[in-house]
């Protein structure tokens, strides 16, 4: 577990993508970097919960996942949006956004699109602002996603 101490790199971060190398989120987080446990599947996670930011390594070294959520700087843009931008403005900056509608409820709200990169980017809502972004490799085997994206 990286130290509690160390701040994260947010404008490296930002700019990772499924598909990139395990060597570049280790360059990204700097003295922020350690393995991930055995136990959590690939998962690096920060030693604060509260940083927003997770990664999961796949076997071949290469990112399957990256999520940025809570406290992952506003000023940096993942794909065009930023946390906490509202509802209305990201559907303007990204009109091919999906709602999905079997996940969605009355305060939190799922959409989705396909990335001409390869990736799937889902964007949680909580009161009509970001709350997450997920960027996901397609073709990933479904067990490996949380089990209200299993079915996209």
């Not at 499924?18 to 030693?47: F, I, M, N, Y």
């Not at 949680?124 to 994206?149: D, K, T, W």
Request: net charge positive.
């Amino acid at each position: 577990m990286p130290a509690s101490d160390t701040r994260l790199d947010y404008p490296s971060l930002a700019l990772l993508r499924p598909g990139h190398t395990k060597d570049r989120l280790q360059a990204a987080l700097g003295a922020s970097w350690s393995a991930p446990c055995v136990d959590d599947d690939g998962w690096w996670r920060p030693a604060r919960y509260s940083d927003g930011f997770m990664a999961r390594i796949g076997d071949d070294d290469r990112l399957l996942s990256v999520w940025f959520y809570g406290n992952f700087s506003m000023r940096c843009q993942v794909e065009g949006l930023n946390m906490r931008l509202p509802l209305e403005s990201a559907l303007g900056r990204k009109p091919q956004l999906s709602k999905l509608e079997t996940a969605s409820g009355p305060r939190s709200e799922l959409y989705y699109m396909n990335c001409v990169q390869g990736y799937r980017l889902i964007v949680q809502f909580n009161q009509n602002r970001i709350r997450r972004l997920f960027l996901e490799a397609l073709g990933q085997p479904s067990r490996a996603l949380p089990p209200h994206l299993r079915h996209l």
